[in-house]
Nanobody, 121 residues
């Protein structure tokens, strides 16, 4: 079964950092673009950023541009979302998704189950 598995969420204090992982299970992420999404309670899901299969990142939310980065390790078959200086407004369920197109321009075929990040003092 092809799926993505996220991990790394939890409760963090404002200003702290957290790294989320997205592992491909049953397939290699090498050719895929990996998008990171989040959904806060009562809000619609929004795309945070995408990292292409050539490791170029596209940001979709201005408030995270200076704080979040994406990376990938094709040997370990994992993508990461590095979140620094977390704010309470970053509290959400975070999802990763994979797009075979690889360029971050098309829809995603595979989705993870999500990992909760809660930023609170």
């Amino acid at each position: 079964q092809l799926k993505l598995v996220e991990s790394g969420g939890g409760l963090v204090q404002p200003g702290e950092s957290r790294r989320l992982s997205c592992v491909g299970s049953g397939f290699t992420l090498y050719y895929y673009a990996i998008g990171w999404f989040r959904q806060a309670p009562g809000k619609e899901r929004e795309e945070v950023l995408c990292i292409s299969n050539t490791s170029n990142s596209t940001y979709y939310i201005d408030s995270v541009k200076d704080r979040f980065t994406a990376s990938r390790d094709n040997v370990k078959n994992v993508a990461y979302l590095h979140m620094n200086d977390l704010e309470p407004d970053d509290t959400a369920m975070y999802y990763c998704a994979a797009s075979l197109d690889g360029s971050c321009r098309y829809e995603y075929e595979y989705w993870g189950q999500g990992t909760q990040v809660t930023v609170s003092s």
